[in-house]
Every structure is written in C-alpha cells, then in structure tokens.
C-alpha cells in the first residue's frame, strides 16, 4: 500500500471503523528499529503506516502519560477516562462491541429490558440497506452518549481545574506517538497487516451487496 497517497481524512475514517480490540505489539517490536525517513514523502508515508498499525501502543502510551500526570488529582483522572471513553465511542467498533456486551449483561437479569435496548431495524430495499447503518448503544444514538460523557467530563475537569494538567500531559503523550512514529521502521509485518487489513474491507464490502 503507497501511504503517500493516503489523506489524513482516509487515516482517521480508516482509524474509526477498523477494530481496536486487538492487543498491542510487543515491545520488542515497538523498540526494535529506529531510522531517520530520507525524505518528507518517506517521513509522511512512514508516520501514517505506523499510526495505523501501532494505534493500540499509541493509546496507550497517551493514556498512561494521562494517568501519570493525574496521580494527585482523582477527580481529573475520572475526567479523563470518560474523555477517552466519549472518544472511543466514535470507533464503530468500539461502539458496536460496548452495546452487544452491555445489551448480553443486562439480558441476564431483565430479558425485558435488554429487548428495548435493540437498535431500531434498518429499512432494506431491493436487498441492500437503504442509508448506511447508524450506530446505536442501548437503544439510543450514538451521539447521545457521546454527548453525555463529554459534558460530565467538562464538567468535572471544570471542578478539579485540571485542564493545563491534561493539556500538558495529553501534549507529552501525542509528542512521544509523534516522534515514534516518526522514526520507526516500518517493518514487512505492518505492511502486510495492511495488505490483510484491505482485503477484509474489500471482502465485508463485497458481501454486503
């Protein structure tokens, strides 16, 4: 795959519907080759390539220079996690995954309830769908929890006047994502993970018409 001609707005809608459950590299391929890009078409190609393929890494790695610079405050720390939870939340799969095992929890005490947290049935003509999917989480919108948790971490980084705290470290976290992959190898395994990763889409594409 040329990353070169990949735009930042493919990167992120790419990031958005691609699966985040899948465990971070090891560190020993994480650290393992740093070279400098020969070029600012290499640099570009290198830095979107490998933040696609180390987006768990770099997750964390942000998350935990977050945490970090929350030991002292808790409230700023539960800011934080619902500030990343409202974002993850905008990940399709994540989203998706969170509704079937909230939905699959509360089944098993009110069956009742669960079947009202069904999303509602998309109309299909001529077999196909007839709008793309939205994404529901308990029965709602997705925008409505992304919403709710964005105003209560508003709310409690307001209270706990974290805000530079979390400016600062979410700047060291995203600067450290920022210079490794900017320097890191790619190596053949992240390409084809790439290459993988292409024929899935092709393959769900295709057997959705």
């Known amino acids: 795959m040329d990353w070169s001609n990949v735009t930042a707005e493919d990167l992120i809608e790419a990031l958005r519907e691609v699966e985040w459950s899948s465990p971070p590299r090891p560190l020993s391929e994480f650290f393992s080759r740093f070279t400098v890009p020969r070029s600012y078409s290499k640099w570009n190609s290198r830095l979107k390539c490998n933040l696609y393929y180390y987006r768990t890494n770099y997750f964390i790695t942000i998350v935990f220079t977050l945490g970090l610079g929350f030991l002292r405050r808790p409230t700023a720390i539960v800011a934080a996690a619902l500030t990343a939870l409202s974002i993850a939340f905008l990940n399709d799969s994540f989203a998706g995954t969170f509704n079937e095992k909230v939905t699959r929890t509360v089944r098993q005490f009110s069956p009742h309830l669960a079947a009202k947290?069904?999303?509602?049935?998309?109309?299909?003509?001529?077999?196909?769908p007839s709008a793309k999917r939205a994404i529901y989480i308990c029965g709602r919108p997705r925008w409505v929890f992304v919403l709710i948790f964005c105003t209560a971490s508003f709310?409690?980084?307001?209270v706990s006047c974290g805000l530079l705290t979390v400016l600062g470290a979410f700047s060291i976290g995203l600067l450290a994502t920022i210079l490794h992959a900017s320097f890191r190898t790619p190596n053949l395994k992240a390409r084809l993970n790439t290459f993988r990763e292409e024929f899935r889409?092709?393959?769900r594409n295709y057997s959705e018409l």
């Open 117 to 128: 947290m069904r999303p509602p049935l998309t109309p299909v003509i001529r077999g196909r």
């Open 155 to 158: 709310f409690l980084w307001f």
């Open 201 to 203: 889409a092709v393959w």
